[in-house]
């Protein structure tokens, strides 16, 4: 039990869609990063969260954005889905300064695309 | 990020010590090496990390090389219960969290 949660579970969309992904963070952590991990694959990096800014991003176009609380609780908001999305999406959250400390990650967001 | 080379997958027998090894033969001064565990279809846990010293703690103990080019994670008595993935990633220790994840090393754990 990391104490990060995320909501839904799994959802099912279509092409063209939107989509919105919740992750609410461990109690105290104030960096939330997100993730995408294909079947078979790693998890890839998509950004990260500090202080409510985008502070690091992966190789992942402009239509996947994400928000972050004053509360550090977050949201990954993908527009215009692609068949290619469909994967599980993880949230992981830490303590301190960008990269410090052990990332502490949710049990994931399935997203399958029609 | 430096990337980490791993077996894609192991066996070992229940109650026997679990050696994982990693290289990551690019690794820079200021980065640490992290590993983590995904059991299936749930999010990775974090197992252990170091520097330049081994680590233990009441999951693993970590072993780093001496010039840090690689790096072994050792169950000491795996169970059933460590079937998973074991990723090793390396982090640098300032700037933004990208973290790069390979596609790590199923270990099955055998009765």
């Known amino acids: 039990e990391t104490g990060v949660t995320q909501s839904p579970t799994h959802l099912i969309k279509t092409r063209g869609q939107q989509v919105t992904l919740r992750c609410s963070s461990q109690?105290?952590?104030?960096?939330v990063s997100w993730y995408q991990q294909a079947l078979g694959q790693g998890p890839q990096f998509i950004f990260q969260y500090y202080r409510e800014e985008e502070n690091g991003r992966g190789n992942f176009p402009p239509r996947f954005s994400g928000l972050q609380f004053p509360n550090y609780s977050s949201e990954l908001n993908v527009n215009a889905l692609e068949l290619d999305d469909s994967a599980l999406y993880l949230c992981?959250?830490?303590?301190?300064?960008?990269?410090?400390?052990?990332?502490?990650f949710g049990e994931g967001s399935r997203l399958t695309v029609l | 990020d430096a990337k980490t080379t791993q077996p894609p997958s192991m066996d070992c027998a229940e109650g026997r010590a679990a050696n994982l090894p990693c290289n990551h033969s690019t690794i820079s001064g200021n980065e640490y090496v992290y590993w983590y565990r995904q059991i299936h279809s749930q999010g990775p846990q974090y197992i252990i990390h170091?520097?330049?010293n081994n680590e233990t703690n009441e999951m693993a103990s970590l072993i780093i090389t001496e010039d840090r080019k690689s790096s072994t994670l050792i169950l000491p008595h795996a169970t059933l219960r460590d079937t998973a993935v074991y990723y090793c990633?390396?982090?640098?220790?300032?700037?933004?969290?990208?973290?790069?994840f390979g596609t790590g090393t199923k270990l099955q754990v055998i009765p």
């Open positions: 992981a959250s830490s303590y301190g300064t960008p990269n410090t400390g052990e990332l502490f």
């Open positions: 170091g520097l330049k």
């Open positions: 109690s105290g952590h104030n960096t």
């Open positions: 990633i390396v982090r640098y220790s300032g700037g933004y969290q990208k973290v790069t």
